[in-house]
Every structure is written in C-alpha cells, then in structure tokens.
C-alpha cells in the first residue's frame, strides 16, 4: 500500500506541478480496515483549478494508477472543496474523520459540513444501490461464482452506507466492517447472518466455498430491504 501510495505522489508532483494543492488518502485504508486483496486505495486530488489542461497533465499518472487496481482519484477544485459539502455530506463527513494527507495542505479538516440533507442522501444512495444491486443480479443468477463475486464486491458499499445509518440513529460511529454489522443488528434489533457471511468470504484467502449463492443473495436483500426501512422511518 505505501509503495503505491509513494509511488503516485511522486507522479502527481511533476505532472501537476503548482496546480496540485493536496493529495489525501480516504476510506477504508485510512480508517485501518484495509484488506490488500478486497479493498481500494481511495485518494482525494485537488487543484487550484480544473480545465482541459490539468486533464491532460493528469492522464497518464491516473492511467498508471488504475492499472494498479485502484479506482481513479477523486479530483475537486478548491473552490469545489469549499462549496459542495451541502451535497455531498457523507463523503465529506468521512472524509473528516478519516483521512490522511500524503501530499500538500489539509483542506478537508476545516471544510463545514452542512447536514441539511444528511439523511435524504443516505436513504437516495441506499435505494440507488439496492435497486443496482438487484439489475446486476438478474443477469447473474445462475453464475455462483459472478454472483457471489456481485456480493463481495457490493458489501464494502453497504457497510459504509450502514455506518451512516447508525450516525443518523444517534448510535455511535464504527469504522471497521464487522464492528458496523455487529452495530447494525444491536439498533436494528436483528441479525444479519447474510452480510457477516459475504464479509468473511470477502476476507478469506479462498474465495470459492461451498454456499449455496443464490440462498444467500436472497437473504442479502432482505438484510439491505430492513437497512432500508430503518433509515426510512427517521425523523426527515
């Protein structure tokens, strides 16, 4: 991971020059649940301004980047940094706690998050994500293997969209994925056996176990169906 991270600063300094103002790692990685074989390498690049020209600069660093597996960096303007936290609350808000600087000035500490539509975001995305979830199936339901490789691949997802659920539900913030499950079925009054399951094949150095996926893709949506409804019965 830090020979990676290293490596794309050192690439990101000569490409960008004076326009990169900083270069923060963010997520799972910089809240110590990092899984070398699961998880990604999340990184903020912001500029003091975005046209063509950075594009171009940018390219093949964010190129080399991908090419190790790793999701192209998020890029903001400063100006979008300042002004765009009302509409993105919870990526900011993870952001805050959870981030460290690889390069450059700390322009996330003291951005002001406006919660205003906190909670209407987190129900949008975890709609969005579970009527996705449910397309991306349909064409996979008779592939165990494409199947369970669908769940594994989704429940980082569904874990961080929980975390977010319990800060709404004034419970207290977990990072870690199975400390957010186990969170999760305290204020839910329920348990998730489906979800802890995908997490620990998700973990596993062996990726094929004998389960029955499609059993346990159905009771995955019912876990993600009650996630749902318990954020959507909080006060708007």
């Keep these: ?55 171009v600069q940018s390219e093949p660093v964010f190129r080399w980047w991908r090419e190790q597996g790793n999701p192209p960096p998020l890029l903001l303007s400063e100006e979008e940094v300042r002004t765009s936290s009302d509409c993105f609350p919870m990526e900011f808000h993870d952001m805050q706690e959870r981030h460290r600087v690889l390069y450059g000035t700390d322009v996330v500490q ?28 349909a064409e996979l339901l008779s592939s165990t293997d494409r199947l369970l490789n669908l769940m594994i691949a989704s429940v980082s997802t ?27 079925e305290e204020a839910m009054i329920m348990s998730l056996p489906a979800t802890n399951e995908i997490l620990a094949i998700r973990a596993a150095a062996d990726r094929k176990p004998k389960v029955d996926a499609a059993s346990l893709f159905g009771g995955y949506l019912r876990e993600i169906d009650s996630l749902v409804r318990f954020v959507d019965r909080m006060e708007r």
Excluded: T
Excluded at 13 to 37: C, M, Q, R
Excluded at 126 to 137: D, E, T
């Design 110 to 137: 003291g951005i002001a998050v406006d919660r205003s539509f906190y909670r209407a975001q987190v129900e949008h995305e975890l709609r969005a994500k579970q009527i996705r979830l449910r397309q991306k199936a």
């Design 1 to 55: 991971m830090e020979e990676k991270l290293s490596g794309l600063v050192s690439r990101l300094k000569p490409a960008l020059g004076d326009a990169l103002v900083s270069a923060i790692l963010y997520g799972s990685a910089a809240a110590g649940d990092y899984n070398e074989h699961a998880s990604d390498l999340n990184v903020l690049c912001v500029l003091k301004q975005i046209s063509p020209h950075e594009l």
């Design 158 to 184: 569904f874990c961080v969209l929980g975390r977010h659920a319990l800060i709404l539900s004034g419970h207290q913030a977990r990072w870690k994925k199975k400390e957010i499950v186990a969170a999760l």
